[in-house]
């Protein structure tokens, strides 16, 4: 009889006697440590049976499917191996080189699998959003809006809710605004469902000044009142949502010589935006004085080349009662 396959079964975990020339060594641990050839055939929980597995994890020897299963519970082994556990020069036999080949493979195939899978979910969100903005962009044109679409990779395009809205007939748009304080730091808030035809007064009056009122930061209250109240119990307004600048960055603007375009606050707000050119969806910035430092383009008046329509059509939608009365800000309407 073979003594090899009876080397290889008494082995002790720490033992890895499977070559030939590890036969006098693994007699030798064996008779230092006191175990005999029975005892290293044992189950090592319930001593009854000869081992048959042998568990990945910590190398316990069990014989049955029960006395693998108080094993795991007894000792929290969970029956996997460590992948990334240090072996000794002793330990590393041709079954943990099988082990670790295996595992970089399942690794590579995890990876592999959920770029695939990336891509495709990357692709079917393009679709959608591309669909949605390049209606929402073909509607701007009559505007001389360009609303230039970017890669969904970016954040910028991730945060982007802007669309079409085929029943209302109008866009419904994300907008980020900043609002500058003279005394104290910027703060920006993002919106979203936003409808175009509403003017920029209003759309200040009813999101961006109800978000100021309730954002739980101390400084951005603050900032509210030296922006727009005369006093500390922000009763008496020292200015209107229709008369504060709203301006946005050109893309060709420089931060040594800023460039912004005037935005009419009175107008619808896709009329405001006539003439201007943006990635993605317009950033708002909301000034009670213009800087001195800032150069000014006027937006919002039709362009020389416009049709007659259009200039009828922006003229008309300018005059609709859902942009009228602006001027004001009730606080007990928010």
């Known amino acids: 009889m073979s003594l090899f396959p009876l080397i290889g079964e008494a082995c002790s975990p720490e033992l890895a006697c499977v070559e030939p ?32 597995y042998r568990c990945p994890g910590c190398d316990f020897k069990s014989c049955s499917l029960s006395c693998i299963t108080q094993h795991k519970s007894r000792f929290n082994c969970n029956g996997k191996r460590k992948m990334t556990e240090f072996l ?58 360009e609303l230039i679409i970017t890669s969904i990779g970016l954040s910028r395009a991730q945060a982007n809710k802007s669309h079409w809205n085929t029943e209302k007939k109008t866009g419904i748009w994300s907008i980020d605004f900043q609002i500058n304080p003279v005394q104290t730091e910027p703060f920006k808030f993002t919106f979203h469902s936003i409808n175009g035809e509403h003017s920029l007064a209003q759309i200040f009056q009813s999101r961006v000044l109800h978000r100021m009122l309730n954002d739980k930061r101390v400084a951005a209250k603050d900032s509210l009142r030296t922006f727009l109240f005369k006093n500390k119990d922000d009763s008496i307004l020292q200015t209107s949502a229709a008369s504060l600048h709203y301006l946005m960055p050109t893309l060709s603007s420089k931060p040594s010589k800023p460039t912004y375009y005037i935005l009419n606050a009175n107008l619808p707000f896709q009329e405001a935006l006539r003439s201007t050119k943006f990635y993605e969806y317009p950033t708002i910035s909301v000034y009670a004085e213009i800087p001195s430092n800032f150069s000014t383009l006027d937006a ?3 362009a020389s080349g416009s049709s007659s329509d259009e200039t009828s059509e922006s003229e008309s939608s300018s005059s609709e009662p859902s942009c009228q009365n602006s001027d004001e800000i009730d606080l007990a309407d928010l």
């Open 300 to 302: 919002g008046a039709p």
């Open 88 to 145: 000794t020069r002793k330990q590393i036999t041709q079954e943990a080189l099988t082990q670790d080949y295996n595992y970089l493979s399942e690794v590579t195939r995890v990876a592999e699998n959920s770029e695939r899978e990336l891509k495709r979910l990357d692709t079917n969100m393009e679709r959608s959003r591309s669909k949605k903005l390049h209606t929402l962009a073909k509607k701007m044109e009559k505007y001389q809006i």
């Open 21 to 52: 020339e590890g036969v006098a060594y693994a007699f030798g641990k064996i008779a230092n440590s006191g175990i005999t050839i029975n005892d290293a055939k044992s189950c090592q929980l319930c001593k009854l049976g000869d081992w048959i």
